[in-house]
């Protein structure tokens, strides 16, 4: 596949290195950079457009008419630790903020202005104005990135460097170009991690005299992330304005509150024990999902108290879930057929012709079955052969999905219905599935709140977006697979009976692989095929893979394949080849059935099962239990010497040990095998 190709426009070549390090830093190299600075540029062959915005650029260089990519205005992020620099200038300090555009030195002024530094006596300035302010005057100059455009006559220069692109700007280019956020959170987490030293140095401050450096505050307040100061007796000395937003509390209540009455959630009473920063952590407040990283606050060996920055990253997980939605084709087109499922046992055929009757009705359709054995690859095919074939097929995965989130997947959301919704709302999957098929994968995972809104859905066949207030009608088909036993949930309440009910109109089950082992050879076939691998196997290998259980059924049949791929060298696979796990499980296996083979031939298998009951409850690894203690314990009427026999035999198998010196007899690893097997 090609690499995505961004095209950006800055004014300054400068800044052009800016942003490209930092895409390069979170995407890696697969995203290709083109910049007006280095012509020609062929726009057709651009997937998005990266703007700084701050220029005329755009509609010089840009016809909207033939060039259709995307165009993102890049939001640009002030680098606080050089901001530092500032906190030198005293109060009056006459200054020359330098830009590149009259615009932009206005929009920096007032940013500093905005941060906190209104103290200071600040000019704009850039090249273009008509009117230029006088410079010779100036204490010092103040650029970001363009030193070389500060007027001659101008002492001291701070250069704070290139703004660079903001998180929300980096999660936009994501999500236009489908790349995966696998660094979304350790790049969330360098940008906290930013704050920690201001942090460490304010709550310093804080908690000797209340005193904050107005500054400092200011510069904490602008931060995007949550920021409070637990002391060392746990009360909140201090809490920026995103805190107080996040948690839903003024600085007064903040204030006069211990935190477990706040935040009981957060790890603070960790902070005293440590000296480094926790790892990132998450917690749920208030129903949001917070990534939180605690540091300890140590000054000459007294402990001082804990900063703990915190991040809302509910949005973050929208955006990853949106790209997740997006990225899969397969998100709403079903791409397999009843002709896919490969496979002759009886047990499949069966299994086949019964999905493809519930195919021809509208009913839900329930399938079950242990992980990997193909329940995704029948709701397909079932959809495929129904009459809503022409619609949408919409999957979601309950498996690791926060309830916000599945619910905004679900029911969709209005615009403004939360922070980082989307302009214009989203359409929830229900809608989405309109006149098609919507597929609940491991339902037996969806929360309570989720259970019941599905039901509410089911019953009245309509919904309403998050935030919303319009109820939107919708005609889908369901079908929910799940390798949970619903009917043990229930039982411990764990999932709705009315809504089982509702899922459970039709059941399928799908057989595990060890109950239809003629399959596997189709299957073997099909994905040597799929992958385009040539191999054979030796007859002892054949034998190893008909024996094997398969726990992970073809998924796990898949994996194998994949696995021979790469070690076997040549072309023919032998016992060796195998992967070690299988060749444990084997190893194991066959001695249990040795020993129950053997056990079988001598006969009276209740009763050795029984004597095994009796030691698996009784004896330890370190005690056995003598035969006079034993023989009351076992109901089948028993002589002492029958009962000694009994014991020798089981001691050939290998499923008991006997002490040398009196110490018993107990249950050994392979015994209690042989025990779960009988
Ligand atoms: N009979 C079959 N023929 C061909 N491929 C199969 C068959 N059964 C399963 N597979 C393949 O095995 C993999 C797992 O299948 P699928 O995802 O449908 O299983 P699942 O039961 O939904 O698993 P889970 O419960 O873990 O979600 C897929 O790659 C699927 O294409």
Avoid at 32 to 61: C, M, T
Avoid at 254 to 265: C, G, K, R, V
Avoid at 333 to 351: C, K, N, V
């Amino acid at each position: 596949m090609k690499n995505p190709v961004i095209f950006v426009m800055t004014k300054e070549v400068s800044l052009y290195y800016t942003f490209r390090d930092k895409v390069k830093e979170i995407f890696g190299n697969h995203i290709q950079l083109r910049s007006n600075h280095f012509p020609p540029v062929d726009l057709k062959e651009v997937d998005l457009i990266l703007w700084s915005g701050a220029d005329e650029l755009y509609h010089d260089l840009v016809d909207s008419n033939t060039i259709k990519a995307p165009v993102i205005t890049a939001n640009r992020t002030v680098d606080f630790n050089k901001l530092e620099r500032l906190f030198q200038l005293k109060q009056g300090t006459r200054c020359l903020l330098v830009s590149n555009t009259e615009e932009g030195a206005y929009e920096s002024v007032d940013l500093l202005n905005r941060l906190g530094f209104d103290y200071l006596d600040i000019t704009p300035f850039s090249n273009d104005m008509e009117v230029l302010p006088e410079v010779t005057n100036m204490d010092v100059a103040i650029t970001y990135g363009l030193a070389h455009l500060v007027p001659d006559g101008v002492k001291q220069i701070i250069d704070l460097g290139n703004r660079s692109l903001d998180l929300s700007t980096l999660f936009e280019i994501a999500k236009e170009l489908n790349q995966d956020l696998e660094h979304a959170n350790h790049m969330t987490m360098d940008y906290v991690k930013n704050f920690v030293r201001i942090g460490k140095e304010l709550a310093a401050l804080a908690d000797e005299q209340r005193y904050i450096n107005s500054q400092l505050e200011a510069v904490l307040d602008a931060a995007q992330e949550g920021i409070i100061f637990v002391n060392s007796v746990g009360k909140i000395t201090l809490i920026n304005d995103q805190a107080s937003s996040i948690l839903g509390i003024s600085e007064k209540e903040a204030y006069s509150q211990h935190y477990t009455d706040i935040i009981p959630a957060f790890p603070i009473e960790e902070g005293s024990n440590r000296v480094q920063e926790t790892q990132e952590r998450m917690v749920r407040v208030n129903g949001r999902d917070l990534l939180t990283i605690l540091n300890p606050i140590t000054v000459s060996d007294k402990f001082l108290g804990s900063v703990v920055i915190f991040q809302d990253i509910s949005h973050v997980q929208r955006l990853e879930q949106e790209i997740r939605r997006r990225k899969s084709d397969a998100g709403l087109i079903a791409r397999y057929t009843f002709g896919d499922i490969m496979g002759m046992s009886d047990r499949l055929t069966e299994t086949k012709k019964m999905a493809k009757r519930m195919a021809g009705t509208d009913l839900s359709v329930l399938i079950t079955g242990e992980s990997g054995t193909g329940k995704e690859l029948f709701a397909q095919a079932i959809h495929q052969a129904s009459s809503r074939r022409n619609g949408p097929f919409v999957a979601v995965n309950f498996a690791g999905l926060t309830e916000s989130i599945a619910e905004s997947e679900l029911f969709g959301y209005e615009e403004g219905s939360f922070t980082g919704a989307r302009k214009g709302g989203r359409m929830g999957l229900f809608e989405l599935a309109q006149h098609g098929t919507l597929f609940l994968d491991e339902i037996g995972d969806a929360s309570e709140k989720i259970q019941a809104s599905i039901l509410r859905v089911l019953q009245e066949k309509q919904v309403m977006r998050v935030g919303g207030n319009k109820v939107i009608p919708v005609d889908i088909r369901i079908i929910a697979a799940t390798n949970k036993n619903l009917n043990r949930m229930m039982e411990n309440k764990g999932f709705r009976e009315d809504l089982f009910y509702r899922l459970n109109q039709l059941p399928l089950r799908i057989p595990a692989l060890r109950e239809r082992k003629e399959d596997i050879h189709s299957l073997i076939e099909y994905f040597l095929r799929k992958h385009s691998i040539t191999m054979n196997f030796t007859s002892k290998m054949v034998e190893e893979i008909e024996r094997y259980n398969w726990p992970g059924n073809a998924r796990e049949l898949e994996a194998f394949i994949h696995y021979l791929s790469v070690t076997v060298e040549g072309n023919e696979a032998d016992l060796d080849s195998m992967p070690p796990q299988m060749k444990e499980e084997l190893l194991g296996e066959s001695s249990t059935n040795r020993a129950i083979q053997y056990l079988e031939k001598k006969g009276d298998l209740p009763v050795y099962k029984e004597i095994l009951e009796c030691l698996a409850l009784h004896s330890t690894v370190n005690r056995g239990i003598g035969r006079a203690a034993l023989l009351p314990m076992i109901q089948t009427p028993l002589s002492d010497s029958q009962l000694r026999t009994k014991l020798q035999i089981l001691k050939e198998s290998k499923c008991v040990v006997t002490g040398v010196k009196k110490q018993g007899t107990r249950i050994t690893n392979l015994g209690l095998k042989v025990l779960e097997e009988l």
